[in-house]
């Protein structure tokens, strides 16, 4: 599904202004931006005080959702694809079950190195789910987190809250 649990969207928001971000324009990207979602958010938050890069491998979610528009660049790629991590903050929202655990914490590792921040919204609960609309994308290859394995896998957490479904998680990378 293009949309992530909207149950978080409220805190995730909460947690980034509680950040120490550098100014005017903070930098994010938006890996697995599905419909925008949290462009649409961070825009209404902070008007053209973000820069947003979004990354998405479906190319018809592009037209679907007006990708283009609501972003200020966007990057049709796998994430395990990118090499540019140079960014005040990295969100993972609902990311991470789409790929194997050792691919999700290498991207995770890639991210840390470069970036200020790293936030990543994650089920944790037994949660399967196949290709939808055709995007193989969708498919969760990691489907069984636990908050356990979560928190123990992932480096740089400073703190977390848990949802029904979800938890996201705050990082504070080295480069903060």
């Known amino acids: 599904m293009p949309y992530s649990d909207p149950a ?3 805190w995730t928001m909460i947690a ?18 599905g ?15 973000v820069h947003l890069t979004g990354i998405e491998p479906w190319l018809p979610y592009y037209e679907r959702f007006n990708l283009l528009g609501k972003y200020d660049a966007m990057s049709c790629r ?7 991590w140079r960014y005040d903050i990295a969100i993972f929202g609902d990311v991470m079950e789409h790929m194997p655990k050792e691919d999700a914490l290498t991207v995770w590792q890639a991210a840390a190195d470069h970036a200020k921040y790293g936030i990543i919204s994650i089920p944790i609960i037994h ?16 489907d069984d987190w636990t908050v356990t394995e979560v928190l123990e ?4 957490i400073t703190y977390y809250q848990r949802f029904d479904v979800t938890m996201t998680l705050v990082a504070k990378f080295p480069h903060a």
Not at 16 to 33: E, F, N, Y
Not at 127 to 142: A, D, I, L
């Open 78 to 84: 796998d994430a395990r694809w990118v090499t540019n």
């Open 16 to 33: 980034i202004r509680d950040l120490d971000l550098p100014g005017d324009p903070i930098t994010v990207v938006d890996v697995g931006a």
């Open 127 to 142: 949660y399967p789910q196949g290709e939808e609309e055709g995007n193989p994308y969708e498919r969760h290859v990691k």
């Open 35 to 49: 419909a925008g979602v949290y462009a649409d958010l961070l825009r209404a938050e902070y008007g053209d005080g």
């Open 153 to 156: 896998s992932f480096k740089y």
């Open 8 to 10: 978080n969207k409220a």
